[in-house]
């Protein structure tokens, strides 16, 4: 079993079943979730919108390949009613990805773990943190903890009580 950490957001519809709905797919079509972070409310990443993020951290076993596992997310994404438009920053009603695949370093077009970004992202790191914090990065070889505490991002990033 290969250990999995997927981070979900949305910003449309009814957040909130939008993260839970996901979750039970995740559980139903890759592999058993072992660990969910609490939810977050957060200011969008890269664009403007009036429309708050929620998001957080799954941790997940799974017997698939990374390749399948992304298959995958984009079959629960589109049974979710998300649409793809090509634009990466933008609202979304759910959005799956793959932040490690337990300490692989994968570089394709189509798919690139761990996620190039995730450590520039505080609304990935805090969740991250909360489940995994000693989980070390295979690129930085550093673990999620210090890079939360080396992070730039300055949005709002604060547990959802809803």
């Not at 077009?109 to 991250?128: C, D, G, N, T």
């Amino acid at each position: 079993m290969k250990r999995v950490f997927l981070g979900i957001g949305t910003n449309l519809g009814d957040r909130k079943n939008n993260l839970q709905s996901a979750v039970e797919k995740i559980g139903e079509h890759i592999g058993k979730v072992v660990h969910c972070s609490s939810v977050y409310e957060t200011e969008p990443w890269g664009f403007v919108t009036k429309d708050q993020f929620l998001n957080m951290v799954v941790e997940v076993k799974t017997k698939l390949k990374p390749s399948g596992v992304l298959g995958r997310l984009l079959m629960i994404e589109s049974l979710l009613g998300r649409l793809r438009e090509g634009k990466l920053c933008t609202s979304r009603i759910i959005d799956i990805d793959i932040l490690l695949y337990n300490d692989q370093v994968i570089e394709k077009k189509a798919l690139v773990i761990p996620h190039p970004r995730m450590h520039e992202r505080k609304f990935v790191l805090v969740p991250l943190c909360e489940i995994a914090p000693e989980v070390i990065h295979p690129i930085f070889g550093k673990d999620m903890k210090s890079l939360l505490k080396e992070c730039r991002d300055k949005g709002r990033v604060l547990k959802y009580s809803q």
